[in-house]
């Protein structure tokens, strides 16, 4: 799978734009987007996030949260400005090169987006199935995810027999059967009660930890104030504050 | 390549299965239309089979001068032949008017007078049969032009005229009405498959989203729209087939004049066209409705 990144050459953005040592995974350069409806959501956004990173996304909603992921997976373009994820430019991607920029990011959503005829372990198989991974493959991988979101047990089970969490622990081992760079979490633990959001969150960093980027939408302030990891707020399509370790302040429900 | 055949029909199949209400609807509505659209052609098949046999009815009768010499009649009769769309040219001798006008006469029931006349008043003529009565004109007068063979041409250029017009308003008609109830299926198999593949948008979405390349989501649903088209064609050519005895018998009773063999050549076409349809619809209505999610 990670072969597929010899077909990314590096391109000049990445290597001039940001002098510092450390790549950035995903890169905003004065990034806009005005909706055909004239509603802008980002207003000159700039962010990188490097390699490794663990980054939440806060803000209250309609400050832009959503937007901002749906330009890193190029579900939308940018208005202006320039978005770099996995070392390229994504405004810049033929059609049929935008599949291999998602093969490089996992998504997660807080409606899990899974199949309700399919077993977990189908669901995430899936994933690898209509990239056209020959099945030999396919079943190791599976396998391996399965073990690291500890749902071994539960491969055979369908959704409509699992809990809030093991859904969710679904989506992510999906999300990671492409090794991808980047997981990005668009409220992952919204539908979630606290204790099951906690169990998600220790997955994430624990997959953070093994190496992928891990950036996260969230509402849940006791989750962001606890771990002081790095904190990017957003409100009415402006970045306010852009910290490591801050907490989530009330004034961003 | 063979591994994304292979993927595509399994998908396909799966697809076709695991939805196999929105399957069957879709499957029926297209058997439904695919009868619909069978009907009318034969129905327009046999209009026109019958519009070309009154067609071929249509003949140039030209009265030959008693006394003409029997090699330039001949002479005549060949040149006749040799005019484009000319079927057939015979040669009825005075006796033969005779006698047909007798026969003709003794089947209404009237009193013949014709031994009433000392000599035989009816000419011999010449008799052109037209393969397309579009060129009447022209035969008639280069039958005309013969005027030492050519007493006169029968002036039937109106009623020609006439019947041409009736068959080609029949013709254009029965076209039109074909072709607006092959507009409408295809409106309404499209939409139908559009329905199947937007309950699946969800499928499509998570495809999407796992970096799946469009050839990936589109192919099953276009492999699956054939199926869907196959089936309703097969089911549409049962359904025939069982009326077929039936309704060939209506058919003869109607048709029976028809010099063609107008069976055989219905059935071809019904056949290519039914499976034509049915699978060329499915697909494309598929590939349409796909195409709407992709390239995003």
Redesign the interface.
Known sequence: MTVTTSSSAPSATTEGSTAAPITPIVALHDVTKVYPTGRAALSEVNLFIPEGDFVFLVGPSGAGKSTLIKLLIRDELPTSGQVIVAGQDVARLRGRDVPRLRRKIGTVFQDFKLLPNKSVAENVAFALEVTGTPGRVIRPAVERVLSIVGLTAQAKQLPAQLSGGELQRTAIARALVHEPKVIIADEPTGNLDPLISWEIIQLLLRINELGTTVLMATHNADVVTALRKRVVALDDGHVVRDEIGGAYHREYW | MI??LL?SVKRAAQGFW?NIVMSLAATATMVLMLLLLAGLLIVVTGLNAGLDYFESKVEVTAFVRDGASAERITEVMDRARAMPEVADVTFVSKDEAVARFRAYNEARGQTDLTDVLPWNPLPASIEVDLADPLVYAQVAKALEDERDVVEEVIENQSVVNALLTVTNTMRLAGTVVLGLVALTVFFIVINTIRLAVVARA??I??????????A??RWPFVFEGVFVGLLGALVTLALLALAYQPLSQVMFALFQVLPLRFGEFVVRDVTLVVMGAGIALGGLGSYVSVRSYL??
Request: hydrophobic content about 45%; proline content about 0%.
């Open positions: 591994r994304f993927f695991r969800r499928e979405e998570i495809m999407r989203l796992v970096g799946a390349s469009d990936f989501i390239g995003r």
